[in-house]
Every structure is written in structure tokens, then in C-alpha cells.
């Protein structure tokens, strides 16, 4: 028989399949399943409008044999079928779809992400088949023809026989070469699985014959194999139903499946959205981090389906990256038709549908914070961190969309509030957002210059996290009030009158001070100071580097210790009885008073939750002093 040539552009499409090096071959089968799908569709839709098809909607499916023994998979469908020409035309040009731009040549890394993404259709069963074979006949048509072909050098059509309508497609696997084992497709649990991951939505049942075993008639151990005919897939996905329809433990059961987890989700989101790109979304907002979510091997993403068959596993740029927390599914249907077109146009369709999705979710996470504050602070301890690092990424880029949905300990009830709420409860003299960093809570309540701020009747945000000070400079201001560290030199809550007594005592003693802040060394200042309540010192400091960002910067990989340092300020309680003490020691003893401000230095140090510098000279000065 004469053999037909492909037209050019879909012999360079073929090409690139036969030769393919994508790695992800096993989607062949995701594409002949939902060419087989939508012929169904169409015999279905026309059956609406035209009397004349018999068919019933139960009828249709979809049947997968495999024959071992020839390497072959056959998959056959009741739907609408092709005609000579069709099957002419469609399986014998691919270019009337626009899909690919051949220009460029061949398969470079672009191609291949298409071939993985979207899929090229019916070619692609020859990145795993020598030979393909369809056998079809078009509804309503008395005869069927068999299209065939063996790749690159054309294919043939001729008559052929088959008893109802539709189309049987015969996959003939390549052999297994080195690596690639194209027998691996000749295993039903193989088959079955890639019906899972990729089709288990496709809306008629996939059929199959399954393997089991059984006892032998008669017999106590003797086995026997048996085939079942077993329906695959479970056809109708959950996010296709409206919420009412779908029970919270159906919900449940879901994300436990797919995500791994033993725990419900904190929070469920149905989406449906019917813009220019319309789409469903079953999100999820876990109770809890995975064990890998804080480190690098966590991969963010939502699954993406197009009408029911999967596309991706992880599709990235459906999530921000602080809210790469959320699980799910995307499903819209106009993805396919202008997919496979051009990218470009797929990049714009998954930005709109990302950008609803992340509006989505901050609303819900809103809403929560709103209504059920026991569950928020669950989201917030689980996730916090992440919301906190988006605000300070990409120089502040989404802090104004994230700055409501933050949440710091604060030191009135040691509970969890926005800044929303801190700005309510702000004392009316009150200009800025007071705020103090350490280690843990109790610490942070534990610092002098924080007692002292609180028994003012001042409420301080409490920050214990790595990136949380930074996050708060990022921000800049809240409400048009700016933050203050309250453990920076520069808050002063004192009166007039206190400020004036303050700055006379300084004066006064300006070289003694200036004595003990030579006699330390590296810090930049010893004061004064009367709000200290009954401490005798602590550290504050100058300019915009503080205590805990110090702290942070200084365990980065690669930092240098000696260009990261906080201007240390010793402040001394200008109240406390140590005061006299010191101006004795200045007036009858300089070296000494030199040792003490070193042991008071390190004590504010400890204090403060830095080390000492020097143990051994500190623990050596303490004990001539004993
Ligand atoms: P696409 O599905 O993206 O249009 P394909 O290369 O997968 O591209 O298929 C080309 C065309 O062949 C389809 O559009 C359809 O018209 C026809 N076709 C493929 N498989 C079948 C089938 N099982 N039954 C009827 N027509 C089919």
C-alpha cells in the first residue's frame, strides 16, 4: 500500500516525539485517554439535539486491553469515531491546530516543557510506540478504516472492519532499551496507576481487566489467576460539586489522601470562578507545617487540571511564595484550548487565575482572623513565619497586601494581636508602635527597659522570630505610625523635668562616664539613665542596627562579624545605688572603676541575651572583687 506523507510541520512534531529525551514519556496515555473522552463528548452533545443517536449516557466508556504477548496497548472508545478524511486530516496534519511555532528548531528546553505541560496530543504515544494503529468508525458511517503508522516515513489508510462506532487505538511499544523500559505500560498496575494521576477525572469509566488470584477449586494452597473487569477512575472530581453538596469529612478524607497528612485541614476553600478565565479551586490550608516546609526541599504548588485530567502535580506559579502553605487543586477548562497555542497566552491565563486564588486566600485567612481567633493563632504559629518573610521579600513588594494578616505576642496579655489592634489600644500621647525583640516572651518581659515601658501602661509587641524585626522595618509604618525598638537609645518616655535632672546628671559626671566607656572599649556610649525601674543596667543602642538584628545577621553563613556590630550603649540607672559607688571609685580608685564598668558591660550583655565577649577576664575580675 502507498504511504502517505506527514505534512512538514507535523513530521517535525513527530520527530521531536520519536526522539524525544522528555523524561515524563508516560503522559501518552493521559492524551489518548482524553482524545477519547472528548469524542464521547461529542456523540453525547449531539445526542441532546439529534434523535437519531440511540446511545444513553451510562453507555459510553472507555476500555483498555493489553496484550503481553504483542507489547500492545488498545484503547477504544464509543464515541463519535472519524471518517476517512478525518482521520486523514486530523491524525495526518497536526498543524491545524496552530500548536507549535516550528520555526525554531527542534527540541529545545522550550518544546520539551510543552511536551510535559500540555501535551501534543496523539503524536506523543510515539515517544513509547513503533507502531500505532486506529481502527474507526464514524457514527452513522458504514465504513471503517484503519489509519497506521510507523512514525517518520508516513502512514496508510485503508478499509477496514469494525462492528459499532468509535475509535480502537493500538499502541505497539518500542522495546526496552537500556534505561528506557517501554514494557513497564504492559503492566495493568502501571496502567492503572497513570489512570489515577492523570485521568481520574475524566467524567466515563475507564475499564480495564484486573488481575487477582484466588484459591483453586478444591484447593487449600494451590493458586489461580483471574481477571475482573474493574472501573479505574473515579470520575467525578470533588471540586466540581458545590460546597453543599460535599460533606466536611468527604472534604477531609480528600486532603488526607492526596497531601499525606493525618491531620484535617485547618481551613477548606471551594473557588469558581466564571471571568474571561474561568476555573474551579479546592484549597486547603493545612493545621500544621510539613515536617519539610522551613527548609529547602519543600516544593510550593497546586495541581492543575484541565476538565478533569491532570496537567501538572505542581504548578508554582499558581501561589505567591507566602502563601506556598496551601494545598490543592486547579481545574479550568479554558486552559487547553489556547494552551497548546502559544505560551505566552498560558502564562497570562495562569496569572489571572493566581492572582484570584491569592485574593482568595488572604480573605479567607482574613475572615478567620476575624471570627475564629483560636484557629487563626493555630494558621499563625504553623505559618506566621512565612507571612512575616513575604512582607520583608522583595524589598517590601506585598506588605501593604500582608501587613493585616500579621500577629505579634504583645505584652499586655501575652496574646496575639494585629496591628490593627495594637494601634486601638494605643495611649493617646502615644505616637509610635513600641516593640522589643529577644529570644522568647518571658525573656523579652524580663528586659529592664521593657519593665520599665510596661509599667508605664504601655503595651509592647513581642517579637521572638528571626526575621520578625526585619519584617517590621520593612513595613516602615502602620496607620501612619512608625515602630520603635524600645531598647533603642532613642525612646525616651520620660517627663520634662525627668529629661531635665537626666541631662544636668550626665553633664556632671561626663568623665567618669567617658572614663568607664574607654575602659570597656567597644561600645559607643555609658550613660545615665532614670528609666530603668530598679535595674542597675541594661544595653540600648544607637542608629539603625539593634541588639537582635546583630544577633540574626551575625549567624548568616559567611558573615563578617567585625562589619555587623550594633552601637552598644551601657546604660546605668542614674537611681540605683551603684551610682555612688562608681563616682567614689572615680574620685579614689580609676583602675578599679575601670574593672567594674567592664563586669557591669557584661552584665548588661547577659542581660540583653548577647555573650560575653571575654568570659575568662569577667569571671577573673568578679573574683577580685569577692
Ligand atoms: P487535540 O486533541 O489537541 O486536537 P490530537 O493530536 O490529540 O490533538 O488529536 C487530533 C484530533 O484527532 C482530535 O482533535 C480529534 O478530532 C481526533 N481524534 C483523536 N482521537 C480521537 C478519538 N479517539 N476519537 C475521535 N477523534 C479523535
Known amino acids: 500500500m502507498r504511504k502517505k506523507q506527514f505534512k512538514t510541520e507535523s513530521q517535525k512534531l513527530l520527530d521531536m516525539m520519536i526522539n524525544s529525551i522528555y523524561t515524563n514519556k508516560e503522559i501518552f496515555l493521559r492524551e489518548i485517554i482524553s482524545n477519547a473522552s472528548d469524542a464521547i463528548d461529542k456523540l453525547y452533545y449531539r445526542s441532546l439535539t439529534d434523535s437519531s443517536v440511540t446511545l444513553n449516557k451510562s453507555d459510553y466508556k472507555i476500555d483498555i486491553k493489553i496484550n503481553k504477548d504483542k507489547g500492545q496497548i488498545i484503547i477504544s472508545d464509543n464515541g463519535c469515531g472519524m471518517t476517512k478524511d478525518e482521520l486523514e486530516n486530523n491524525l495526518g496534519t497536526i498543524a491545524k491546530s496552530g500548536s507549535f511555532d516550528f520555526k525554531k528548531e527542534n527540541t529545545d528546553q522550550k518544546d520539551v516543557d510543552i511536551i510535559g505541560q500540555f501535551g501534543v496530543g496523539f503524536y506523543s504515544s510515539f515517544m513509547v510506540c513503533k507502531k500505532v494503529s486506529v481502527l474507526s468508525l464514524a457514527y452513522g458511517e458504514s465504513t471503517a478504516y484503519r489509519w497506521e503508522s510507523e512514525g517518520i516515513d508516513g502512514y496508510t489508510i485503508e478499509e477496514a472492519e469494525k462492528a459499532s462506532n468509535g475509535t480502537e487505538i493500538t499502541l505497539t511499544l518500542k522495546d526496552d532499551e537500556g534505561e528506557e523500559r517501554y514494557s513497564e505500560y504492559l503492566s495493568e498496575y502501571r496502567i492503572r496507576a497513570l489512570i489515577k494521576k492523570y485521568s481520574d477525572y475524566i467524567s466515563y469509566p475507564i475499564k480495564m481487566d484486573m488481575p487477582h488470584q484466588r484459591l483453586k477449586e478444591g484447593s487449600k494452597d494451590e493458586y489461580e489467576d483471574y481477571f475482573e473487569n474493574e472501573t479505574l477512575n473515579s470520575q467525578k472530581p470533588l471540586w466540581k460539586k458545590s460546597q453543599s453538596e460535599v460533606t466536611d469529612e468527604e472534604y477531609a478524607g480528600f486532603y488526607?489522601?492526596?497531601?499525606?497528612?493525618?491531620?484535617?485541614?485547618?481551613?477548606?476553600?471551594?473557588?469558581?470562578?466564571?471571568?474571561?478565565?474561568?476555573?474551579?479551586?479546592?484549597?486547603?490550608?493545612?493545621?500544621?507545617?510539613?515536617?519539610?516546609?522551613?527548609?529547602?526541599?519543600?516544593?510550593?504548588?497546586?495541581?492543575?487540571?484541565?476538565?478533569?485530567?491532570?496537567?501538572?502535580?505542581?504548578?508554582?506559579?499558581?501561589?505567591?511564595?507566602?502563601?506556598?502553605?496551601?494545598?490543592?487543586?486547579?481545574?479550568?477548562?479554558?486552559?487547553?484550548?489556547?494552551?497548546?497555542?502559544?505560551?505566552?497566552?498560558?502564562?497570562?491565563?495562569?496569572?489571572?487565575?493566581?492572582?484570584?486564588?491569592?485574593?482568595?486566600?488572604?480573605?479567607?485567612?482574613?475572615?478567620?482572623?476575624?471570627?475564629?481567633?483560636?484557629?487563626?493563632?493555630?494558621?499563625?504559629?504553623?505559618?506566621?513565619?512565612?507571612?512575616?518573610?513575604?512582607?520583608?521579600?522583595?524589598?517590601?513588594?506585598?506588605?501593604?497586601?500582608?501587613?493585616?494578616?500579621?500577629?505579634?505576642?504583645?505584652?499586655?496579655e501575652k496574646k496575639l494581636v494585629s496591628f490593627k489592634e495594637y494601634v486601638a489600644n494605643m495611649k493617646e500621647e502615644q505616637k509610635e508602635i513600641y516593640y522589643a525583640c529577644g529570644e522568647t516572651v518571658d525573656k523579652i518581659l524580663m528586659l529592664p527597659q521593657v519593665e520599665a515601658v510596661c509599667e508605664k501602661g504601655y503595651e509592647i509587641l513581642l517579637l521572638t522570630e528571626d526575621v520578625d524585626e526585619f519584617a517590621i522595618k520593612m513595613l516602615g509604618e502602620y496607620d501612619s505610625k512608625s515602630f520603635k525598638n524600645v531598647c533603642a537609645d532613642a525612646l525616651d518616655l520620660t517627663t520634662d523635668e525627668e529629661k531635665a535632672t537626666k541631662d544636668t546628671e550626665n553633664e556632671k559626671n561626663k568623665e567618669m562616664l567617658d572614663y568607664m566607656k574607654d575602659a570597656i572599649g567597644d561600645i559607643s556610649q555609658v550613660k545615665l539613665t532614670n528609666d530603668l525601674g530598679s535595674h542597675p543596667v541594661s544595653l540600648s543602642t544607637q542608629g539603625e542596627m539593634s541588639i537582635e538584628m546583630e544577633k540574626v545577621l551575625s549567624k548568616m553563613p559567611g558573615a563578617d562579624k567585625s562589619m555587623i556590630k550594633a552601637q552598644m550603649v551601657l546604660e546605668i540607672n542614674m537611681n540605683h545605688e551603684i551610682l555612688s559607688k562608681l563616682k567614689l571609685l572615680f574620685i579614689n580608685d580609676k583602675e578599679k572603676l575601670g574593672k567594674y564598668a567592664k563586669i557591669l558591660y557584661a552584665q548588661a550583655r547577659l542581660i540583653n541575651g548577647l555573650d560575653i565577649e571575654n568570659p575568662s577576664e569577667y569571671a577573673q575580675l568578679v573574683c577580685e572583687l569577692m
Not at 292 to 304: A, C, I, N
Not at 305 to 313: A, N
Request: charged share 30%; with cysteine; net charge neutral.
Open 256 to 412: 488526607k489522601d492526596k497531601y499525606y497528612d493525618f491531620e484535617e485541614p485547618l481551613k477548606v476553600i471551594s473557588q469558581k470562578s466564571e471571568g474571561l478565565t474561568s476555573f474551579e479551586a479546592l484549597l486547603f490550608i493545612p493545621a500544621h507545617a510539613p515536617f519539610d516546609y522551613y527548609s529547602k526541599t519543600f516544593e510550593k504548588g497546586l495541581e492543575l487540571y484541565s476538565s478533569g485530567v491532570m496537567i501538572t502535580e505542581r504548578c508554582k506559579e499558581l501561589l505567591p511564595d507566602y502563601f506556598s502553605f496551601v494545598r490543592g487543586v486547579v481545574d479550568s477548562a479554558d486552559l487547553t484550548l489556547n494552551i497548546s497555542r502559544e505560551t505566552l497566552q498560558h502564562d497570562r491565563q495562569l496569572k489571572v487565575i493566581a492572582k484570584a486564588i491569592e485574593k482568595k486566600i488572604k480573605n479567607e485567612l482574613a475572615k478567620i482572623q476575624e471570627n475564629d481567633r483560636e484557629k487563626y493563632e493555630k494558621f499563625w504559629n504553623a505559618f506566621g513565619a512565612q507571612i512575616k518573610f513575604g512582607m520583608y521579600d522583595g524589598y517590601g513588594a506585598n506588605k501593604e497586601n500582608l501587613k493585616d494578616l500579621v500577629m505579634f505576642v504583645s505584652s499586655r
